[in-house]
């Protein structure tokens, strides 16, 4: 089992580039570990303001921080083809040797829906995503031995080629999963999990699943990485932090799936009819940073290896310095 590691995760949903750069560096001086950089062509809501791109942020914050960094996460399937993604990360990873690791996912209709075409059912994007996954890991390996690699999948194709940049070690690729067929599948095919927070029953089961896809491939479970991202809403009053969830994030209280919905307005619509009870269970709203800390503990205990946290208040400055002191410090495997 891996330390523990408690990262940033940079909202690019909500700061400009330059600011979450910024922050970035100052979460690293309050003993922050290493930042998960969100990857979206638009905001959840019009009011969160911002979506720039993943990929140019990864290599600023490369060059502005000393810790870990990776797409949290990307979707090898619609924007970007698995050999672009592929190309991405490994021109990151030998640039920032040891550092940089890449999470993917199915994708979500808001960020994917840009390029036009049809836009399928869960089951068929999960599809899509395995084999992306297995496209990029065979291509890192082909690379890596001089070899050119070609794929003609279900979804994806790619003709005889290799990455020319290399690092000497293939980035992990870490899959994000919030349910049980593709918790194993994951086990299965990928160097770790990421998932969002929820019930610690759920994340048990989310475990257990991923262990045996991992144990069916023949591999270790407790050597593979597990990842937690982790919102939370603090400010120094509840009040505030209320607030900050209700008009920030008001997506965090939507307990229905939102991979189908393409807008930044229907979302906005959608978010009139939140309230504050709906947070209960998917967003810890809290002006004591204790509390955050024993939520925080509980996933900890459960055995993650890296924690990433998002404040979705806009003070992100006074956030990262008690957060620092009274939570990260705090923490204990």
Same mark, same amino acid.
């Given at each position: 089992?891996?330390?523990?590691?408690?990262?940033?995760?940079?909202?690019?949903?909500?700061?400009?580039?330059?600011?979450?750069?910024?922050?970035?560096?100052?979460?690293?001086?309050?003993?922050?570990?290493?930042?998960?950089?969100?990857?979206?062509?638009?905001?959840?809501?019009?009011?969160?303001?911002?979506?720039?791109?993943?990929?140019?942020?990864?290599?600023?914050?490369?060059?502005?921080?000393?810790?870990?960094?990776?797409?949290?996460?990307?979707s090898p399937s619609f924007r970007f083809h698995p050999a672009v993604v592929a190309q991405a990360s490994a021109t990151l990873a030998a640039m920032y040797p040891g550092r940089y690791w890449l999470g993917v996912g199915a994708g979500e209709a808001l960020n994917e829906h840009v390029v036009g075409g049809y836009w399928p059912e869960a089951g068929t994007r999960s599809a899509m995503l395995f084999e992306a996954v297995d496209l990029i890991k065979r291509l890192f390996a082909g690379s890596l031995a001089g070899k050119d690699v070609k794929h003609a999948g279900q979804h994806f194709t790619m003709e005889s080629t290799r990455l020319w940049t290399m690092p000497e070690q293939a980035p992990e690729v870490l899959v994000a999963t919030a349910g049980p067929i593709n918790a194993r599948r994951t086990g299965k095919v990928a160097d770790g999990m990421i998932t969002p927070g929820a019930p610690v029953e759920k994340i048990a089961m989310l475990f257990e699943r991923f262990a045996e896809?991992?144990?069916?491939?023949?591999?270790?479970? *407790? =050597? !593979? %990485?597990?990842?937690?991202?982790?919102?939370? &809403?603090?400010?120094?009053?509840?009040?505030?932090?209320?607030? *900050? =969830? !209700? %008009?920030?994030?008001?997506?965090?209280?939507? &307990?229905?799936?939102?991979?189908?919905?393409r807008s930044p307005a229907d979302f906005a619509a959608m978010a009139k009819l939140v309230r504050p009870e709906d947070f209960a269970g998917r967003l810890l709203i809290s002006e004591d940073p204790d509390a955050h800390r024993a939520q925080i503990q509980r996933f900890v205990d459960l055995g993650f290896d890296r924690i990433y946290l998002h404040n979705v208040g806009r003070d992100q400055e006074t956030w990262l310095e008690v957060f620092g002191r009274e939570v990260v410090a705090k923490l204990r495997r």
């Open positions: 089992m891996a330390d523990l590691t408690i990262g940033y995760a940079a909202a690019l949903e909500q700061f400009s580039p330059t600011d979450a750069v910024r922050y970035a560096a100052l979460a690293e001086q309050h003993g922050f570990s290493g930042t998960m950089a969100a990857d979206h062509f638009a905001p959840w809501v019009p009011a969160q303001g911002q979506a720039s791109f993943v990929w140019s942020v990864l290599a600023a914050l490369g060059e502005r921080t000393t810790g870990d960094l990776g797409p949290g996460v990307t896809g991992a144990r069916e491939a023949g591999k270790d479970p *407790d =050597a !593979m %990485t597990k990842v937690l991202q982790l919102h939370t &809403a603090w400010a120094p009053t509840y009040e505030q932090a209320l607030a *900050d =969830a !209700m %008009t920030e994030w008001p997506n965090g209280g939507m &307990a229905f799936p939102k991979g189908d919905v």
